[in-house]
C-alpha cells in the first residue's frame, strides 16, 4: 500500500543481492540466521512472487513477524531502499490470507472490543487526570493524547505530564473515549484495522478546541504525522501535532518551564525508531534532558538516527517476546557501557519493555517523569 508496484519490485530485487545491512538488524543479532536478514525476507518474498514458495509454506510467516521493522536497515542502506514496507506488505498478505499469527486476530478483536491492543476495560479518563492532582479545561490550550501504553501500562508517564501541565497553569484537555492510533495494527500488516483506529481517532481528534496536540507514544505521533492521511484520515493541517518531547522543549526555549533539581547522576537516552528515523524527532529530547542533567548527560554509541531498538516495535513484543525481551536485555546492556544510572526513554511502549527486562543498576523512566520529578 504504501509501496507502489514499482518501488516494491526494486527493492525485492535490491535487497536479496546484498548483505550491507546485516550488521545491523536486531534479530539477525540474536538468531544468526541468513533468513532473519534483509537479503533473507527479500529472497523469501522473490520466491514467493516466483511461485517457488507458497505463502502457506511452513516458516513464511515466522521469518516475516520475526523483524522489528524499525528503519534501521534502511537507514544503513546506500540505495534507501525501504526493506521494512515491503515486510510489511508481505504480513498484509498474510492477514489477507489468513495466515498471520493468531496473535494478529486477536489485536483485533481486542481493538473492537475494548477500543485497545491488550483488551483491558478501561477507566475513565477524567479518573487518571483527578489522580495527577490536574483539572480539565473547557478552553484548553492544548489537547493530549495519551495513547493505549499510557493509559493502561505506563499511566506514570501521562500523570508526570498532566502534573507538568498543572504546575505551569497551562490548560488541557484530554478525549473521554480515546481508543488506539491503529500503530500497532499497521505494523503487523492489519490495515483493516489500522484504517480503521485511524478513522475513529481522526474523528474523535476532530472535535477538539485546542490548536495543539500533544502526543505522548511515539509510535501514535508517527500514525498522526505521516501515515493516517495515507489510511484516508487525514488530520485537520490546522491541528498542530508534537510529540511530547518537542513540547516540552518549546517550553524550555520559551523559558516558561525550568527544572528547579538537576540530575545528579549520569542518565542516557535512548531513541524510539519512530522518532528518531522515521519523523526526524531527535534534538527535542536532548534539550530536556540537557537542561536537566547538564554535563551528566552522555550518549550511547548507537544514538540517534542510528539507534538500536529496544524490542518494543514490528508487534514482536507480542508475536515472539523472547526476541523483543533478548532485543530489550542488548540495549540496557548498551546503555550501561556509559555509565549512567538513568536510562531515559520518550515513549511509554519502551519504558514499559525496558523496565519489564529491567537491570537493578539502572532506573528508567520515561522523560515527562524525569522533568514531573525535577520541578
Not at 524490542?311 to 523483543?324: D, N, Q, R
Request: contains cysteine.
Amino acid at each position: 500500500m504504501f509501496l507502489n508496484e514499482v518501488e516494491r519490485l526494486e527493492t525485492v530485487r535490491a535487497c536479496r543481492d546484498c548483505p550491507m545491512c546485516h550488521h545491523v538488524d536486531t534479530v539477525t543479532l540474536i538468531t544468526g540466521r541468513e533468513a532473519n536478514t534483509s537479503r533473507g525476507r527479500a529472497m523469501l518474498l522473490w520466491g514467493l512472487e516466483k511461485g517457488l514458495l507458497r505463502w502457506e509454506s511452513e516458516g513464511v510467516a515466522n521469518i516475516l513477524y520475526q523483524a522489528f521493522v524499525d528503519g534501521l536497515a534502511q537507514e544503513w542502506c546506500e540505495g534507501n531502499y525501504n526493506i521494512d514496507e515491503l515486510v510489511i506488505q508481505g504480513r498484509r498478505s498474510l492477514v489477507d490470507r489468513g495466515l498471520a499469527p493468531a496473535e494478529v486476530a486477536a489485536v483485533a478483536a481486542y481493538l473492537r472490543a475494548t477500543g485497545n491492543p491488550y483488551g483491558r476495560n478501561e477507566q475513565p479518563l477524567g479518573a487518571l487526570v483527578e489522580q495527577a492532582g490536574g483539572r480539565v479545561s473547557d478552553t484548553p490550550q492544548v489537547a493530549l493524547f495519551l495513547g493505549s501504553t499510557a493509559r493502561l501500562l505506563a499511566s506514570q508517564s501521562a500523570i508526570a505530564l498532566i502534573r507538568i501541565l498543572h504546575e505551569l497553569a497551562i490548560p488541557f484537555s484530554v478525549f473521554e473515549g480515546e481508543t488506539d492510533s491503529g500503530f500497532l495494527s499497521y505494523q503487523m500488516g492489519d490495515y483493516n484495522a489500522a484504517a480503521e483506529q485511524a478513522r475513529k481517532t481522526a474523528a474523535l481528534l476532530s472535535g477538539t478546541q485546542s490548536k495543539t496536540l500533544v502526543v505522548l507514544g511515539a509510535g501514535d505521533y508517527r500514525m498522526f504525522t505521516t501515515r493516517y492521511a495515507r489510511l484516508q484520515a487525514p488530520l485537520s493541517p490546522a491541528l498542530q501535532v508534537l510529540h511530547v518531547t518537542e513540547f516540552l522543549s518549546q517550553l524550555l526555549q520559551q523559558q516558561k518551564l525550568a527544572p528547579r533539581k538537576k540530575l545528579a547522576t549520569k542518565v542516557t537516552y535512548h531513541d524510539p525508531s519512530s522518532l528518531a528515523r522515521f519523523t526526524y524527532v531527535i534534538d527535542p529530547p536532548r534539550r530536556v534532558l540537557s537542561a536537566l542533567a547538564g554535563p551528566n548527560y552522555v550518549e550511547m554509541e548507537f544514538s540517534g538516527r542510528k539507534s538500536h531498538t529496544c524490542g518494543e516495535t514490528g508487534g514482536v513484543s507480542i508475536t515472539y517476546p523472547e526476541l523483543a525481551v533478548t532485543a530489550a536485555r542488548l540495549r540496557i546492556d548498551q546503555a550501561r557501557l556509559t555509565g549512567a544510572k538513568i536510562l531515559a526513554c520518550a515513549d511509554p511502549d519502551c519504558e514499559v519493555l525496558l523496565s519489564q527486562v529491567g537491570a537493578p543498576d539502572m532506573e528508567i523512566k520515561d522523560i515527562t517523569e524525569l522533568l514531573a520529578d525535577a520541578l
